[in-house]
């Protein structure tokens, strides 16, 4: 059942996005249901990545938002901009390739699936999940107003810990961890509603000494080593914007010619001078021709 709310949410959240004009190139989940620490109250939250138009590459635009839905939020990304995110080891970021739940482009995500996190920045996330903690955001007033803090920022410093305890003790590094059913997930899941009832002072001294322990986890030496696939990241966004150019563009055509060791046609010699150095040799090419109408 949770299956298929998790995959109708993600395809809803898609069209969402295809509305606004966005080509959807990916939608991964990240959050509770990841970790199965969700109940009643859980929020679907989503990372999404889109294809930037030829337009938004020539002049750098970027784009990086929120968009609040009704059941959740969706992180949005350009395929660049989730790319120079992802590349730093940002735990987040991974698990939302990681997850189970995700629905988009398969290579996409294969290329991605390579990056494993930075352990420094699941140390910065519990250092910025302490100062959310106290912090009292407007959409966290009723938390604030019962108890002084958000119990939901200390339930991630001590599932990021649990982390890297896992990473330590099984030396693979992975994204989030799943709790089993039974007495870990219920406590987790106490801990966000705040059902031990914490005070402030209890929940700020134990948020402290979670991260001090967090810091054994990391060895004094580490660095985190990032992988680079420009080509091919360059590669997809240059073959993808061509498609959407020639499906979007009534004007414009292409055509593919292989010469088989044969001669090149005189017309594109004449008007592509590089293809010169093809001459007898087996080469294949894509002409993009477009006529304007004035």
């Known amino acids: 059942m949770i299956k298929q709310k998790m995959f109708k949410t993600l395809n809803e959240y898609k069209k969402i996005l295809e509305e606004q004009g966005y080509k959807v190139i990916y939608v991964g989940l990240y959050g509770s249901q990841n970790y199965n620490c969700d109940d009643e109250y859980s929020d679907i939250d989503v990372k999404a990545i889109i294809l930037p138009t030829l337009h938004d590459v020539i002049f750098r635009k970027v784009t990086s938002k929120v968009i609040e839905c009704e059941k959740g939020s969706i992180d949005v990304k350009d395929l660049i901009t989730f790319y120079d995110v992802i590349k730093k080891g940002n735990f987040s970021y991974i698990e939302s390739i990681d997850t189970k739940y995700s629905i988009g482009d398969k290579y996409i995500k294969s290329l991605f699936s390579q990056f494993k996190p930075n352990l420094k920045s ?6 910025e999940k302490r100062k959310a903690l106290t912090h009292e955001y407007p959409s966290k007033y009723k938390e604030f107003e019962q108890w002084g803090f958000d119990p939901k920022q200390y339930h991630h410093i001590v599932r990021l810990l649990h982390l890297l305890q896992e990473i330590d003790k099984t030396k693979k590094v992975v ?4 709790y089993e059913d039974g007495s870990e997930r219920e406590d987790m899941i106490s801990i ?3 059902n031990f009832n914490y005070t402030k002072e209890q929940v700020e001294t134990l948020s402290d000494i979670c991260i001090e322990e967090a810091k054994k986890y990391i060895p004094d030496d580490y660095k ?3 992988i680079n696939i420009d080509n091919e990241i360059n590669d997809f966004i240059e073959n993808n914007i061509k498609i959407e150019l020639l499906k ?9 010619y ?8 005189k017309k594109d010699l004449e008007k592509f001078p590089i293809l010169e150095q093809y001459k007898g040799k087996d080469i294949s090419y894509i002409v993009y021709e477009s006529v304007e109408i004035l």
């Open 258 to 265: 292989r010469t088989f060791d044969g001669d090149i046609p």
């Open 192 to 194: 966000k509603r705040n």
């Open 175 to 178: 994204s989030y961890l799943e």
């Open 224 to 226: 985190y080593v990032p």
């Open 122 to 127: 699941i140390l910065g996330a519990m250092h």
């Open 248 to 256: 979007n563009q009534p004007a414009l055509s292409a055509r593919e």
